[in-house]
């Protein structure tokens, strides 16, 4: 029998915390919680987790610090949680060597869809075995978007509406809602803009994903991305 990885969640919001922690074990997953910075390097060098879920914004010592502290002795996979949503915050994030990272609210799907992919990519490294692709993935720090296998070719746009749609999987959304996640600039944009963006997403998506309909027109709504 294969052994269960852990996951080690690191998190001061306790209602945040139990609700990783819930789909976490219901995954298959052990788990660690800390709600610390400053208890997470003795947990790591101690438990040797497989994953860890690090907050950014932690009493005792900041996630980015812990981030890189851990980088100077090892590879484990890192995601971030950030409530910080300036892009220089994320990218300080990953130039700092974290793998991955989620912005608040997130929901629990997304954040397994991303351990799974952040998993899938150590174990091809190491020559492991990777489970099952998933229909869809998302890769933010290399923004690369996958449906099955396959890389999907997106514009920007493209790729933002994707994944928006998916960290809120079955989530109806109008077409202002949708505008206003992509274009961030204030820019004067007509709201059939998204119509485009969606038709020319959903063609992408059938040749990777044939017979399969995963965008979902709401009449008089919106739009919401429903996977089988």
Not at 144 to 150: N, T
Request: charged share 30%; hydrophobic share 40%; with cysteine.
């Amino acid at each position: 029998m294969t052994k269960a990885q852990t996951i080690m969640v690191v998190e001061d919001e306790p209602k945040i915390a139990n609700v990783l922690l819930d789909y976490l074990k219901k995954g298959g997953y052990q788990t660690v919680w800390l709600d610390s910075g400053s208890l997470v390097l003795p947990a790591v060098k101690r438990q040797t987790p497989d994953l860890l879920l690090l907050d950014v914004g932690l009493p005792g010592k900041d996630g980015m610090t812990i981030c890189q502290e851990i980088r100077a002795f090892s590879e484990l996979p890192i995601i971030m949680l950030t409530a910080r949503v300036e892009e220089i915050d994320r990218l300080l994030g990953l130039e700092l060597g974290a793998d991955d990272y989620i912005c608040k609210p997130f929901s629990p799907r997304e954040v397994m869809a991303r351990i799974k992919s952040v998993m899938r990519r150590v174990n091809r490294a190491s020559g492991v075995e990777a489970e099952p692709l998933q229909p869809i993935s998302i890769d933010a720090s290399r923004r690369e978007a996958r449906a099955g296998d396959q890389l999907l070719n997106l514009t920007p746009n493209e790729f933002n509406l994707l994944d928006y749609l998916l960290k809120s999987q079955g989530r109806v959304f109008s077409r202002d809602q949708l505008l206003d996640a992509i274009y961030t600039d204030f820019r004067e944009v007509s709201d059939r803009t998204i119509d485009s963006h969606i038709k020319n997403l959903r063609k992408k998506l059938a040749r990777a994903l044939p017979g399969q309909e995963i965008i979902i027109s709401i009449y008089g709504v919106g739009y919401k991305l429903d996977i089988p």
